[in-house]
Every structure is written in structure tokens, then in C-alpha cells.
């Protein structure tokens, strides 16, 4: 026995390793024909082989199977060319078959890896273990207030899943994070997964220990579930490092068990004793066949994978020339980056493109709480409006102007035009930059205020804005700045 003041001496490291289900966004369901869909009437997408009813049989979906492989070439891993559907066995009120049609032993896909950042520290690596594919079990909707019966919805049996198992190489809450950050980000840009947690559509398990700094041997580990959300994840992780180092510490043990999160009281409770895989009695599905995958077909995937958000960023920076930074913020997801690069299109300062869409076009879209799919404003209107800024035709400051004018005009019902040329001519926005209309307003107004002049000659250098405002007042705002400052200075400091 060690006392328990050596006990306290003791630092523990965390080890995590994730398992992450998402749902395909087929059209289809994984063995049958039914729609997938999130939020029709229950139990309206269902049929025998969804339901399990006797002698209906699965018939695999390639879309399916296609999707998976994305996911796994994305990574890194490899596409095995034979893999063994297998019924993992157990009730569950939602769950018809009385088996869930998984992969065991033999998966579609082996290894690979996620590479992530945590702030400013250098690039970090999360090994995977294995990628397989399965179907989703219904939902069970438990009474609301008021209510005493709990429903069963099946709509959600048969819907495709990918479950990812990462390697326990995280080592702390914030890796988990963004760790889970970058798979969602992969599976977006691959469109296999839309990334959706409150609908669902992406769920995970967090199997979490802890072990004496230095010590090889890995812990008892606990198996965190219903987390919605990816701060929820780690909101739960850092409640369970804590749990588990302070009954370690007062010389307890950790049992290995599943627990539930509950979001609302910030604190996880056991749910049941973890049980092993022989406790599902795996078999391998007799109703399907092994599943085998040409080395064409795994060819023909990887040649149609589309460019991934790491290359993408690359590509930005050495092409377009503008900064780290920006490259990440606008190779964040697949459409903003298709959205810089169709305005880059039909515009050439690559630089003031990427300021505009981060300040100006991203306000919009968190301001309106709208996807750009969603946003009117298009990559034709940006280039237009920019490219009048780039021309001197308007100023930054009425871009601004033209700009609240056509989202307003963009997101409003009526059929009005937002085309920024249309709303310039409209609103008289024509910046002036000819300088033979500027210079006798220049030399007016220095004639009219002789002792501001003469005040700004002696040292009063912060007169230099009146002068400014006074042209621009005498100009209705339309002289451009630039050459009214550059006229001015010429003339008062001579
Ligand atoms: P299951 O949960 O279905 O029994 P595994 O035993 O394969 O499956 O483990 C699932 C996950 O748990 C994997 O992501 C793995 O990295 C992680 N894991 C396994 N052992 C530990 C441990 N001691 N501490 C933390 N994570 C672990
Ligand atoms: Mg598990
Ligand atoms: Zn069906």
C-alpha cells in the first residue's frame, strides 16, 4: 500500500480514444429502398426489410459503400478488397431485427489518420484504427412532460452509418475537440456526411483513462456517451479526467462502464457496465454476401476524391499569394472556398477578395444566421462590387453602402435587382476622381477659410481633416478621398 500522501504526489495523463458514427447522406437506405430523411411523420419511410420483418432480405446499397471508401482513402487508409458484413446481437425497443448488420473482424477499412491543430501548437496526429460500415437503429422518443407513453420512430433502421475508431492517441480534452473538428471538416468536403449533431447525424463515444505520467500500461477505461454537441464532448471528458484522478487518488478504482452525459446538471452517470463483444454473440450475416472491392473501383474513388482542405489551403496561399491565415479561414469548408475562388474568377486583387468575403460576406451570414447556399448574394455580385472599389468608381466606404443595400434588397421579398452597378446608379454613388472637377473645390475651399490656413500653417496639423470634410461636404461625399488629400496637401504645405 502506498500512503495516501505519496498517493497524492501522483500525476495522471489522460488517454482518449474516439469512436465516431456519422450517417451517409445517401439518398437510400443502406438495405433497402427507403428514403432517408430527418424530420418526416414517424414511421412513414419504412418497409419489410427496415422493419425486419421475416424473409425480407438486405440488399446492399454501392452508394454506401462508395461513400465509406471516400472516407477511408481521405484518410489515409487502406480500402480492404474483402470485408464481411456481421449482426452485432441485442434488444433494444427501437431496434426490430433484435441485431444491428455491422462489420467485426473484418471491416471495409483499415488505418489511416487525422492530422489537427490545437491553437498556435504544431500539427498533431490521431491514428485510426479501423472504419466500418453499419446500420443505424430507430429512435426511441421518450415522453415529454405530460405525456406517459414512450414512442418508437423506425424511420431513422437502415439509415447507412460509418463508425470511425481512432487509435487512444488523444491526450486531452482540447485534442478530442479538434480532432472531431477536422474529421467533421473531411466529411463535409467529401460530402458523405452533412455534420449535423443536433439532427444527429454525427454522434460520439468517448472512451477515456487516465495513467500515471510515465507508466505504458493503459488504464480502466469509461465509455462517455449522448454528447450533443463537440464542446459538449469536451465539457464531458474534462469532467471524467477529473472524476477518475480524484477516486485514483484516494486510493479507489476506476470501473469500466459506459456513462451517460447529462448536459443540463455537467455531469456524467453510469448507465451500464461496459459490455464486451462477446456479448453481442457477432456472426457473420448470412443474408449478405462478403463484400469484395475491386482495385479499379478503390482507383476510380481516389480519382474522383475532390481536393482536400489541407491541399486546398496550400494551394491557396502559393496561388493566390494571400496569407496562411486567410487561406485557412477560406478553405474552411468546401463552399466558402468554391465561393473565393468563383469570385476570383472575375477578379484580380486576390488579397482584398479574401479581406472583403472574411469581414464583409461571413458578417452577413452569421449576422442572418444563413448558409451560402442559402445567401442570395452571389460570386458575380461580389466581383462586380469589388471591382468598382478596384476601379475608383466608388470608394471602400459606399462599397459599404452599396453593399447593405443589396443584401437588404437581396433578402427581402420583393423581386427588387441587388446587382451593385444597378444600386450605385440608383443611389448617385459615383465616387468623382477627376481631378480638373476636384481642384477648384480644393482651391475654393482654401480660399473661403484663410484663418484655418493660416491656423493649420502654424502647426495646427489636425485642421488637415476640416479641409477634407469641407470638399467632401462641398462634393456630397462623391470626391475621392485620395486625390482630395493628395490636392490638399500639395497646396497647403507649399
Ligand atoms: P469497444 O468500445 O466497442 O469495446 P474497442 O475496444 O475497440 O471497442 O475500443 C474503442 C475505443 O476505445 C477506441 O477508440 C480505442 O482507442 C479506445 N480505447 C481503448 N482502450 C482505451 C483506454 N484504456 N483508454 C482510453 N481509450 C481507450
Ligand atoms: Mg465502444
Ligand atoms: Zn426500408
Redesign the pocket.
Same mark, same amino acid.
Given at each position: 500500500m502506498v500512503s495516501s500522501a505519496q498517493t497524492k504526489e501522483i500525476i495522471y495523463q489522460? @488517454? *482518449? /480514444? %474516439? &469512436?465516431v458514427h456519422a450517417q451517409l447522406q445517401t439518398e437510400t437506405k443502406i438495405f433497402c429502398g427507403c428514403k432517408v430523411a430527418y424530420g418526416e411523420d414517424p414511421n412513414s419511410l419504412t418497409c419489410p426489410i427496415c422493419l425486419g420483418l421475416p424473409g425480407a432480405l438486405p440488399v446492399l446499397n454501392k452508394r454506401a459503400v462508395e461513400f465509406a471508401m471516400r472516407m477511408i482513402i481521405a484518410v489515409g487508409g487502406s480500402v480492404n478488397e474483402r470485408s464481411v458484413f456481421a449482426r452485432k446481437n441485442y434488444f433494444y425497443p427501437d431496434l426490430p431485427k433484435g441485431y444491428q448488420i455491422s462489420q467485426f473482424d473484418k471491416p471495409i477499412g483499415t488505418g489511416g489518420s487525422v492530422r489537427y491543430n490545437v491553437g498556435k501548437e504544431p500539427e498533431r496526429i490521431c491514428r485510426l484504427?479501423?472504419i466500418h460500415l453499419e446500420e443505424d437503429a430507430g429512435k426511441s422518443l421518450h415522453p415529454e412532460a405530460g405525456e406517459s407513453q414512450t414512442r418508437v420512430d423506425l424511420n431513422r433502421c437502415g439509415t447507412p452509418l460509418i463508425e470511425i @475508431? #481512432? &487509435?487512444? $492517441?488523444l491526450a486531452s480534452p482540447q485534442e478530442a475537440y479538434a480532432y472531431l473538428v477536422r474529421l467533421k471538416q473531411l466529411l463535409q468536403y467529401l460530402q458523405v456526411c452533412t455534420g449535423d449533431m443536433e439532427k444527429g447525424h454525427l454522434r460520439c $463515444?468517448?472512451? *477515456? #483513462? @487516465?495513467?500515471p505520467v510515465g507508466q505504458e500500461k %493503459? /488504464?480502466?477505461?469509461t &465509455?462517455l456517451k449522448n454528447m450533443n454537441s463537440f464542446k459538449g464532448v469536451e465539457r464531458a471528458l474534462t469532467f471524467e479526467i477529473d472524476r477518475q484522478v480524484k477516486l485514483l487518488r484516494a486510493g479507489g478504482e476506476v470501473e469500466q462502464a459506459s456513462l451517460l452525459w447529462d448536459e443540463k446538471k455537467q455531469m456524467a452517470e453510469p448507465m451500464r457496465s461496459? &459490455?464486451?463483444?462477446h456479448d453481442y454473440r457477432y456472426f457473420p450475416e448470412p443474408d449478405l454476401l462478403n463484400l469484395t472491392i475491386s482495385s479499379e473501383w478503390i482507383e476510380k474513388v481516389t480519382s474522383d476524391l475532390p481536393e482536400l482542405p489541407e491541399t486546398r489551403k496550400k494551394r491557396f496561399v502559393s496561388e493566390y499569394n494571400i496569407r496562411e491565415y486567410d487561406a485557412v479561414v477560406l478553405t474552411d469548408s468546401r463552399e466558402l472556398a468554391d465561393f473565393y475562388e468563383q469570385v476570383m474568377n472575375q477578379f484580380d486583387d486576390a488579397q482584398a477578395a479574401a479581406n472583403w468575403i472574411q469581414t464583409e460576406y461571413l458578417k452577413t451570414l452569421n449576422d442572418l444566421k444563413i448558409s451560402i447556399d442559402q445567401f442570395p448574394v452571389r460570386p458575380k455580385q461580389v466581383a462586380s462590387l469589388l471591382g468598382l472599389v478596384k476601379s475608383g468608381k466608388i470608394s471602400g466606404k459606399m462599397a459599404k453602402t452599396v453593399y447593405a443595400e443589396m443584401v437588404s434588397r437581396a433578402t427581402d421579398d420583393t423581386e427588387s435587382d441587388f446587382t451593385p452597378e444597378v444600386i450605385v446608379e440608383e443611389l448617385g454613388l459615383v465616387q468623382v476622381s477627376d481631378e480638373s472637377t476636384i481642384v477648384p473645390i480644393v482651391e475654393k475651399i482654401i480660399a473661403d477659410n484663410e484663418p484655418q490656413v493660416t491656423a493649420y500653417r502654424g502647426g495646427k496639423d489636425k485642421l488637415f481633416g476640416f479641409f477634407v470634410g469641407q470638399v467632401m461636404k462641398e462634393t456630397k461625399g462623391q470626391a475621392n478621398p485620395e486625390i482630395v488629400n493628395r490636392l490638399l496637401k500639395e497646396r497647403l504645405d507649399s
Open positions: 489522460p @488517454v *482518449i /480514444g %474516439l &469512436e484504427t479501423r @475508431v #481512432s &487509435e487512444p $492517441d $463515444d468517448a472512451n *477515456i #483513462s @487516465v495513467r %493503459l /488504464g480502466t477505461r &465509455e461496459k &459490455e464486451e463483444s
